[in-house]
């Protein structure tokens, strides 16, 4: 559970990555298709992996703005989470990135 204090100083950060992103337009044009007849699940799965990779293309582009996240997540200086291993903050961006609430207030967001 992300705390509603470090939530809210997340999410200017979270919408300046979408804003570099466009990502609203890049789902809009990649992801919005007619499912009929189609499995679901795998195309769920296929997205993710696509918006994924998509993110990790473009990812210097958004550095600074995942840093600035981790930080706050971590309680952290910025310093500290860009000498951190990688893997810790890897870890930190999938744990935040997929708190449902957060995943659930962009959706609606997108909308």
């Known amino acids: 559970m992300i705390e509603s204090e470090k939530g809210f100083d997340m999410l200017p950060y979270m919408v300046d990555i979408f804003d570099k992103l466009k ?30 990779s998509y993110v990790l293309k473009n990812s210097p582009k958004i550095k600074e703005e ?18 951190q291993p990688l893997i810790r903050t890897i870890s930190t961006i999938k744990e935040i990135f997929s708190n449902k609430e957060l995943t659930d207030f962009f959706k609606q967001a997108m909308q």
């Open 23 to 52: 990502l609203k337009e890049y789902i809009k044009k990649n992801f919005i298709r007619d499912v009929k007849g189609k499995n679901v699940d795998n195309l769920q799965i296929e997205s993710g992996i696509d918006l994924f």
């Open 66 to 83: 995942f840093f600035n996240i981790v930080a706050i997540a971590e309680d952290k200086k910025i310093e500290e989470v860009k000498k």
